[in-house]
């Protein structure tokens, strides 16, 4: 089964403590997202990479980290300096079929983060 | 300003009820996509399109490219449709999205 998955489903940290979020992809795509969703907002992108080694900061980077050493795995640090954590977490993947076509993206099951 | 908006925010219908969300967007696209989010979170794509209509089942998505509007409608809605439905775009290698519309239909 190709997919993407994110573990854990609910992850509860104490405030001051780094956490890292994972995302596992089996789809082959290049490009990997993370986002972040708050109730009564659409998704926010915190970073995205195209290509293994190399990522760029989306709209709401602060406080956070990533990496993406391996095509399939695009883990998330959420660090002390994140002024409010709790949030779930979406991660995605997205290819486009031939070179002009519109990306497709594909997303994680999310993880919960609460933080208190 | 949000690139995607949509209307409305929340929903509530009755069990076979025609619904009807709508989503424009203001930044130029190359194909616009309804996602549905169900509780406990995972988001499937329904629907992606650059121009004129599709059709899957009781699922109707519609995109008019010079007013910048597309429409998602269900037909026939039954309890198990009840999800938040979120409109997004694709510009380039980026994704805008709305809000979100939380759809509840009583059985």
């Known amino acids: 089964d190709g997919g993407i998955t994110q573990s854990p489903k609910y992850l509860f940290r104490k405030e001051g403590q780094n956490v890292t979020l994972s995302c596992e992809q089996n789809l082959n795509h290049d490009a990997m997202y993370w986002y972040r969703q708050d109730p009564g907002q659409g998704l926010r992108l915190i970073y995205y990479?195209?290509?293994?080694?190399?990522?760029q900061k989306g709209d709401i980077a602060e406080g956070y980290s990533v990496s993406r050493e391996k095509k399939e795995s695009f883990p998330l640090t959420v660090t002390s300096a994140q002024k409010n954590p709790t949030a779930f977490y979406l991660c995605a993947s997205s290819i486009r079929q031939t070179r002009t076509a519109p990306y497709e993206q594909y997303f994680g099951p999310g993880t919960r983060l609460t933080v208190t | 300003k949000n690139e995607v908006e949509q209307s409305p925010q929340n929903l509530t219908a009755q069990e076979g009820e025609f619904i009807t969300i709508n989503c424009s967007y203001s930044v130029g696209i190359s194909a616009l996509h309804w996602l549905q989010q169900h509780p406990g979170g995972g988001i499937v794509s329904l629907f992606m399109?650059?121009?004129g209509k599709k059709k899957h089942g009781r699922l109707i998505a519609t995109i008019n490219i010079q007013e910048k509007h597309s429409s998602l409608h269900i037909t026939a809605s039954h309890p198990r449709d009840s999800a938040v439905y979120i409109c997004?775009?694709?510009?380039?290698?980026?994704?805008?999205f709305g809000t979100g519309t939380s759809l509840t239909v009583i059985p």
């Open positions: 990479s195209q290509i293994v080694n190399d990522f």
């Open positions: 997004a775009v694709n510009s380039g290698n980026q994704f805008y």
């Open positions: 399109l650059s121009s």
